[in-house]
């Protein structure tokens, strides 16, 4: 049992909590029972499993991902205390388990989309709730993969994870730039549309069905020059109708509302 917080391997996993830490290391920590188990079976790799033993007062709501993680983990289970799990937990609430795995590839070169939904690319996001929030919509709405430009924050944040819900497990994804990007989408016979506050033209009266990849920008910035229709013709700009006061939303709550009538059309058309 680890049992001191200032045992060694505990050090090491609370470090794990910083970007760099995770990037030296090439390995990430996930919270709860739930996300636990989309992890392992997005088939990424655990090294440790750290749990209190015997397991207690998981909520009836996880108790099934708890029972699933401590019998297809058992080779890799670490018994911990609690005062430990509390240790390496993230936030002030303990989740039942801290697991560690190997970060998987995030090259575009290995992306393997899931199915013929749209392609969600996110640019910029600063915010790690957004981009848990937006991949949380798009494995709702049967994104077929994520892109994330390189300076969009850490995909293994864990409020990111936490704010997905796991979907930051259940999604291929890939980090690449902006031209490697829009080369591989036009490439692979992506359109690609791309959400601006200034554009003439309302999402309404775009076709979002098909072979079509959704690009969303900064929080705060929008978009950059990169996916601008001006430097290539085959990127399409349409804005959100706006009926308040506001003149934007928020990035994730755009994501939502343009991979949901992307879902919508491909379901009225059958495709």
């Known amino acids: 049992m680890l049992s001191s917080p200032s045992n060694p391997t505990v050090k090491r996993l609370v470090k794990l909590r910083d970007n760099r830490a995770r990037r030296k290391s090439g390995t990430f920590l996930v919270d709860g029972w739930r996300e636990t188990r989309l992890a392992m079976q997005a088939e990424m790799s655990p090294k440790g499993v750290y749990v209190c033993s015997p397991v ?13 993680v401590m019998q297809n983990a058992a080779d890799c289970l670490v018994e911990v205390s609690p005062a430990v799990l509390q240790r390496i937990g993230y936030g002030q609430s303990q989740r039942g388990v801290v697991a560690e795995f190997l970060a998987p590839s995030q090259s575009l070169q290995s992306l393997q989309p899931r199915g013929d939904g749209p392609i969600l690319v996110l640019d910029h996001f600063e915010k790690p709730g957004n981009i848990g929030a937006a991949l949380r919509t798009a494995d709702a709405a049967g994104v077929a993969a994520v892109l994330l430009t390189p300076e969009t924050a850490d995909r293994f944040n864990p409020n990111l994870i936490r704010g997905s819900l796991g979907a930051a497990f259940t999604l291929p994804l890939a980090v690449t730039s902006e031209a490697e990007a829009t080369d ?4 692979h016979g992506y359109r690609i549309v791309t959400a601006r506050v200034e554009s003439a033209k309302p999402l309404w ?7 079509v990849a959704i690009v969303i920008g900064n929080e705060a910035k929008g978009l950059r020059d990169h996916f601008s229709n001006q430097r290539c013709e085959a990127i399409e700009a349409v804005q959100i109708p706006m009926s308040g006061q506001v003149d934007s939303l928020n990035a994730s709550a755009s994501a939502a509302v343009l991979l949901f009538e992307a879902l919508r059309q491909r379901n009225l058309h059958g495709c």
Do not use: I
């Open 56 to 68: 207690q007062d998981v909520e009836p709501e996880f108790r099934e991902a708890a029972d699933w």
């Open 205 to 211: 009266s775009t076709d979002l069905s098909g072979r």
């Open 184 to 187: 591989w989408l036009l490439h």
